[in-house]
Nanobody
Framework: QMQLVESGGGLVQAGASLALSCVAS????????LGWFRQRPGKEREFVAT????????IYADSVKGRFTISRDNSLNMLYLQMGSLKAEDTGVYYC?????????????????WGQGTQVTVSS
C-alpha cells in the first residue's frame, strides 16, 4: 500500500507560477512511475504529466507542455509539479498518482494509488 498527500495548491492570478508537491509513504517509492492528473470544473479527470521511476523520462499533456515541469526526488519520496504561466483553464483539483511500474503512463486506469487532491484556482 502507498499513501499520497498533495500540497501547494492555492489561488493565484493568471500568468503566475505555483508549485505542487506530493509526498508518498508506505511502499517502495522508487519502483513506481508517478503522475499528475487534474479535474477541472464540470469535466472528467484528465492527464497532466507523468514521470518514470528514475525521473529521466517525462510526458506532458499538450495543454501544459512548455509551462509545467514534473520532477521527483526518490530520496525524499517526493513528486513535484512546477506550474508556470498559469491560465484560468488550469483551475481544478490536482491529484498525484502512483503505478507499480517503472514506466510512465498517461492513462489514469494504469494508476493504483491516488492522493486526495489539492485545489488550484487561477483568476483571470
Amino acid at each position: 500500500q502507498m499513501q499520497l498527500v498533495e500540497s501547494g495548491g492555492g489561488l493565484v492570478q493568471a500568468g503566475a507560477s505555483l508549485a505542487l508537491s506530493c509526498v508518498a509513504s508506505g511502499s517502495t517509492y522508487g519502483r513506481y512511475a508517478l503522475g499528475w492528473f487534474r479535474q477541472r470544473p464540470g469535466k472528467e479527470r484528465e492527464f497532466v504529466a507523468t514521470i518514470n521511476w528514475r525521473g529521466d523520462t517525462q510526458i506532458y499533456a499538450d495543454s501544459v507542455k512548455g509551462r509545467f515541469t514534473i520532477s521527483r526526488d526518490n530520496s525524499l519520496n517526493m513528486l513535484y509539479l512546477q506550474m508556470g504561466s498559469l491560465k484560468a483553464e488550469d483551475t481544478g483539483v490536482y491529484y498525484c498518482a502512483a503505478r507499480p511500474s517503472l514506466m510512465p503512463s498517461t492513462d489514469s486506469v494504469a494508476y493504483d494509488y491516488w492522493g486526495q487532491g489539492t485545489q488550484v484556482t487561477v483568476s483571470s
